[in-house]
């Protein structure tokens, strides 16, 4: 029976983990990617359940959240500690998901493009070289 508990719970997380997978090769930060995907679902959290949920140090989310606030990614509530401390906040993504992404999609078609372009010029390049080296009869 923990045999199908370990897999229903792998099966849970796989969608989860192949976004942040996802976002990683078209160039997201690891961290970025994981507090991402994490406010995603569950709207306002904490730091230290992103902590929990991301499987990162505070510093770590701290780094990814100024990242995702210098781009007004991520919308910021301050928590009443009623206290003496440091504040806390509280963190959801300013938008829809598939909004707050789509800098990063288009950053990655970008360099995609880029990349084509690039080895079309090579190529020409590399004939060019071919043809300039081949004795005339």
């Known amino acids: 029976m923990a045999h199908l508990v370990a897999n229903s719970?792998?099966?849970?997380?796989?969608?989860?983990?192949?976004?942040?997978?996802?976002?990683?090769?078209?160039g997201v930060?690891?961290?970025?990617?994981?507090?991402?995907?994490a406010?995603?679902?569950?709207?306002?959290?904490?730091s230290k359940n992103l902590q929990k949920v991301c499987k990162l140090r505070?510093?770590?989310?701290?780094?990814?959240?100024?990242?995702?606030l210098t781009n007004d990614m991520v919308a910021v509530e301050p928590l009443k500690s009623g206290?003496?401390?440091?504040p806390r906040h509280r963190y959801s993504l300013n938008g829809e998901f598939t909004d707050i992404i789509q800098p990063f999609i288009d950053e990655a078609e970008t360099h995609i493009?880029?990349?084509?372009?690039d080895l079309a010029r090579l190529e020409s390049v590399s004939k060019d070289l071919t043809t300039a080296a081949m004795p005339r009869k």
């Open 9 to 26: 719970q792998r099966s849970a997380t796989e969608p989860i983990n192949e976004m942040v997978e996802m976002l990683v090769n078209i």
């Open 58 to 68: 505070q510093p770590e989310i701290s780094i990814a959240m100024q990242q995702l």
């Open 83 to 86: 206290g003496r401390g440091r």
């Open 113 to 117: 493009n880029q990349l084509a372009n």
């Open 39 to 46: 406010l995603r679902d569950d709207g306002f959290q904490s």
């Open 29 to 37: 930060e690891q961290n970025v990617a994981s507090v991402l995907v």
